[in-house]
């Protein structure tokens, strides 16, 4: 070490040294370490099946006219109509309502193949849009009573889920079964290689929760069906699982 070299910069240069002699030292004891033996991976999963209890309505209308400000005033007036009787029934958690996409594009004419038509663009020869209502909740009766009172709008997907505070309900009932199991088969297994026991080394849980399924596809139904009848609903059920992997050491 320099003598010359201020306080600072000899313990800077100390410092430097030591990273570099544990880099260099820590591959070589990692090597020198023995293997773990007796390591068994296993893995346990648990399922249950569980009722949807989420059901969602999307409403929706379509326009289409000359000018775009009347086709989006259309819109508006259609949704406002429906928005005011689905507000009216809303309960959080039970029925619940918010607007959903909503879309104002043009219609072109189609090419034309007289001289000179590709120095101009194409010509907008109409508006088309489009928008949404959406109608979500627990309560299956109040919802297929609402869609039978909305006039303005047409019915376009229908389908059924597990609510939030039922996916975690569920999800923290099976993991617990799926540890249970774990833990029953590493021992099973032990025993079975002629050890007491284990020790768990590493561990990970994976879920297989059904979220919020893309809505099937329904034929929309008209103001005058709607209105005769409520929507017929039922909500079947779903399959949640959990799956507990790792290894052990047998000791």
């Not at 773990?36 to 059901?55: F, G, H, I, M, R």
């Not at 617990?176 to 032990?190: E, L, P, S, T, W």
């Not at 059904?210 to 139904?221: E, F, H, I, K, T």
Request: with cysteine; glycine share 6%; hydrophobic share 45%.
């Amino acid at each position: 070490m320099n003598p010359g070299l201020p306080a600072r910069s000899r313990n800077c240069s100390r410092l430097l040294a030591a990273c570099a002699l544990a880099l260099a030292v820590g591959p070589a004891l990692a090597q020198n370490q023995p293997r773990p033996e007796n390591v068994v991976v296993l893995s346990a999963t648990a399922t249950t099946e569980v009722a949807k209890d989420w059901l969602t309505v999307v409403f929706s209308t379509s326009r289409e006219g000359p000018e775009a400000a009347a086709v989006q005033a259309q819109l508006r007036q259609a949704l406002d109509a429906a928005l005011a009787l689905a507000r009216k029934a809303a309960r959080p958690t039970q029925l619940e309502v918010h607007t959903g996409s909503f879309s104002l594009v043009p219609r072109y004419a189609a090419p034309s193949s007289k001289a000179g038509a590709a120095n101009t663009g194409p010509a907008v020869v109409a508006w088309q849009g489009n928008t949404e209502l959406v109608v979500e909740g627990r309560d299956p009766q109040a919802i297929a009573e609402l869609t039978a009172r909305v006039q303005t709008m047409t019915i376009a997907r229908v389908g059924f889920s597990l609510s939030r505070e039922a996916r975690e309900r569920v999800e923290g009932e099976v993991t617990a079964q799926a540890i249970d199991r774990f833990r029953a088969r590493a021992a099973a297994v032990a025993r079975q290689f002629g050890f007491d026991g284990y020790a768990l080394r590493e561990v990970t849980l994976s879920s297989d929760l059904p979220g919020p399924v893309p809505l099937p596809m329904v034929q929309a139904m008209s103001a005058r069906a709607a209105a005769a009848e409520a929507l017929p609903v039922e909500a079947g059920k779903a399959l949640v699982s959990v799956t507990v992997s790792g290894s052990v050491q047998m000791r």
